[in-house]
């Protein structure tokens, strides 16, 4: 059961091949046999109380398509009575009061919450090493790092632990460690998925999206997640439309642009190979490819590193021990509880982000780092809106490498510099996708897509022609 896809495993339900108890029983097995540390929660009791009720719908045939499906939930999404951590000691005690938006719309649509997924600590990371619960394993090779920030995401299925998991992305969370795992995700457009209820990172920048097997699952799970919200004042009001509808629209005719700046120095051989002859395929299918630049994408990793630590030191002042988090023993004083409610309850790369958007956003260096950072922002937005009056689609590769040796990277900087890829399309807002194409030395290579404003169903179209023409989405660790 744990192969097929969530489109394979709608058709089952509705046949009576099998019964969501039956389907759940079968995931909380395999996650409670698996030792990936996919997960920081998991909710056995609740996910058979979810999936009976399930039943009893299907029984009736009062059902939406995802009726009865599993799915993991990265730990940032806010679940009623259910612990969300985070990823940090600082929310190790947190249960949520109410459900964000994301888990709302899910419920809604009578899907199966199986547990919470590992990540780097308040998403902030590239590997799933950042967690107070320790790193999670890449399925293909568990000496290595799955990505990240939504490594327990990415892992949970790749190792089939469930047809579907959420992530979100501030500069590559959902893209990265899919690619990483060898599975699809998806980042929409700012504004599209609401942020209520998602711990916030860097609040510019952070949409949530799905992960799942197919480009087809991603279609369908993302018909759910997206929607204007009147609790997030940066969502979109705009329509939703059926991600499903374009899926089989031929691509032949379609430009693709590849950026130059993609293909540097720094891009690993078999990674460049796979993406090159991904791309051949797509030629293959009618496409023409064209070489376009995007200038300013050289800036995207120091503008990324001033615009989301500022934010992050503003979003995570309220972790004080007061309002949120972890409080320390005995404080003697104000001073004292804050000062060691915050050094126990942070991890280092959380509190090296805020001593740096502190410093940054002060008085003196405002001018210098974050009112820079956000003129360099316009600049690479303006490089995309250029490309996209000759382009459909921009193809290239997610990640410079394929995963790496868990503790391989100690230097933060050199972490950073995993994210050259990804983070331009967060800082323009634009949605981007990565889907399997293909291995490199026996670990998977994901081909990135990004698109303009509100492409999503484009996005997912192009992708799923690909998946219909080759068969590197079908492959398991
Ligand atoms: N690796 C990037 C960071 O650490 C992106 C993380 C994310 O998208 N949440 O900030």
Not at 149 to 156: E, L, V
Not at 211 to 233: C, I, P, R, W, Y
Not at 316 to 345: I, Q
Not at 445 to 451: E, K, N, P, R
Request: aromatic share 8%; net charge negative.
């Amino acid at each position: 059961m744990h192969t097929k896809t969530i489109a394979q495993l709608a058709q089952g339900l509705k046949n009576k091949d099998f019964s969501s108890v039956e389907l759940t029983q079968h995931y909380l097995n395999r996650i409670n046999a698996s030792d990936l540390n996919a997960f920081i929660t998991i909710t056995d009791e609740s996910a058979m109380t979810q999936a009976k009720i399930a039943d009893g719908k299907i029984a009736k045939g009062e059902t939406s398509i995802l009726t009865g499906i599993p799915y993991a939930h990265k730990d940032i999404f806010c679940t009623n009575g259910v612990k969300t951590s985070a990823g940090s000691k600082m929310l190790d005690n947190f249960i949520a009061p109410y459900d964000s938006t994301v888990s709302h719309q899910l419920n809604q649509a009578d899907m199966v919450m199986l547990g919470k997924t590992n990540m780097d600590e308040f998403a902030m990371g590239s590997s799933t090493e950042n967690s107070y619960y320790g790193a999670t394993l890449n399925p293909w090779n568990t000496h290595k790092v799955p990505g990240g920030s939504s490594g327990g995401s990415a892992t949970a299925v790749a190792g089939r632990l469930t047809p579907f998991a959420t992530g979100t992305d501030t500069g590559g969370s959902i893209r990265q460690p899919a690619s990483l795992c060898g599975i699809t995700g998806i980042k929409p457009t700012y504004g599209r998925v609401s942020r209520y209820g998602m711990i916030a990172y860097a609040s510019s920048l952070d949409q949530a999206g799905p992960m799942t097997q197919t480009a087809e699952d991603a279609a369908l799970t993302l018909n759910v997640m997206a929607g204007f919200d009147d609790k997030d004042s940066t969502s979109a009001q705009r329509d939703v439309e059926d991600y499903t509808a374009n899926l089989n629209d031929p691509i032949k005719g379609i430009t693709i642009g590849i950026p130059k700046e993609f293909f540097s120095d720094g891009l690993n051989d078999g990674v460049a190979s796979q993406i090159m002859a991904a791309v051949k395929e797509f030629e293959a299918m009618g496409a023409t490819v064209k070489e376009i630049s995007l200038p300013n994408s050289a800036y995207a990793i120091p503008t990324y590193y001033i615009v989301a630590p500022c934010e992050c030191s503003s979003n995570l002042s309220r972790m004080d021990g007061v309002r949120f988090g972890h409080r320390c023993d005995n404080p003697k004083d104000l001073e004292d509880l804050y000062v060691r409610s915050r050094t126990e309850g942070f991890g280092g790369e959380v509190k090296r982000r805020i001593m740096v958007g502190a410093y940054a956003l002060s008085a003196g260096y405002y001018d210098a780092y974050y009112l820079k950072a956000q003129k360099i922002r316009h600049l690479i937005s303006d490089d995309f809106k250029k490309s996209f009056t000759e382009v459909d689609v921009i193809m290239g590769p997610v990640s410079p490498t394929t995963a790496w040796d868990l503790g391989a990277i100690k230097d933060p900087v050199a972490m950073y510099l995993a994210d050259i890829y990804t983070l331009s399309a967060n800082l323009a807002g634009l949605p981007a996708m990565s889907i399997p194409a293909g291995l490199s030395q026996k670990m998977p290579v994901g081909l990135q897509l990004i698109g303009n404003y509100w492409s999503e169903s484009k996005l997912l179209n192009v992708a799923h022609q690909f998946q219909q023409q080759t068969d590197h989405h079908t492959k398991t660790p």
